[in-house]
């Protein structure tokens, strides 16, 4: 089965630290993403990756930044968090393009 | 640009009822079409796909056609239980070979 882990299922940050969320996936998939989660607004995304050190902006990528340093590992990094970044953050990766993902468990980001 | 339209929930049944819960895409050319589902506390999961018109999903008695005439792939399930609370999100593959999600139906099944 695949696997995608996430680093923390709950996360509590103040406004303006540096805050990394982890995904780490076992299939070897090309793609990755990051999505954050919101009532009534679904999910959006922020970020994906199709490749070691490639990037693409999603629908939201602002306040957001990512690495793919290694192709099982995509980071999300908050440079500075703000009290609108409280959100539900899933990643997922998928084999490729167009194909069916595979999602981690969530991190539930609050910012105070 | 690509989207997709789901119905608004929350939608509530008794259990043994018949679930329909509708999807409509946007999208260029003919996208593969999935459903998910997400438990509550949990990351999403893969109910059913199709990948091409006319082809039916089905997964966990979950049924889905992929009609492209409608621009549709609707949820149906003839008998819900109470385990099927959850969300439910509709989602179509995009241009830029991510999927385009719903925002989700939430479905509670009472006893």
């Known amino acids: 089965d695949v696997k995608v882990t996430q680093s923390s299922r709950y996360l509590v940050k103040r406004t303006g630290e540096k805050v990394f969320l982890e995904c780490v996936q076992d299939?070897?998939?090309?793609?990755m993403f990051w999505y954050r989660q919101d009532p009534g607004l679904g999910l959006r995304l922020i970020y994906f990756s199709y490749d070691v050190k490639m990037k693409e902006k999603g629908d939201i990528p602002e306040g957001y930044s990512v690495s793919r340093e290694k192709k099982e590992r995509f980071s999300l990094i908050l440079e500075s968090a703000s009290t609108n970044q409280t959100s539900m953050y899933l990643c997922a990766s998928s084999p490729t393009s167009y194909n069916e993902q595979f999602f981690g468990p969530g991190t539930r980001l609050t910012v105070l | 640009g690509d989207s997709v339209t789901q119905m608004e929930g929350p939608v509530t049944l008794s259990e043994e009822a018949f679930l329909t819960i509708n999807c409509t895409y946007t999208?260029?050319?003919?996208?593969?079409l999935f459903w998910y589902v997400q438990y509550p506390g949990e990351g999403l999961q893969l109910l059913l796909k199709?990948?091409?018109?006319?082809d039916k999903g089905s997964n966990k008695g979950f049924e889905a056609t992929y009609r492209k005439e409608t621009t549709s792939f609707h949820l149906e399930k003839g008998s819900v239980q109470v385990s099927d609370s959850a969300v439910y999100f509709c989602a179509a593959g995009g241009s830029q070979g991510n999927l385009i999600f719903g925002k989700g139906t939430k479905l509670s099944v009472k006893p």
């Open positions: 999208a260029t050319g003919y996208p593969s």
């Open positions: 299939m070897d998939h090309e793609n």
């Open positions: 199709a990948t091409k018109a006319d």
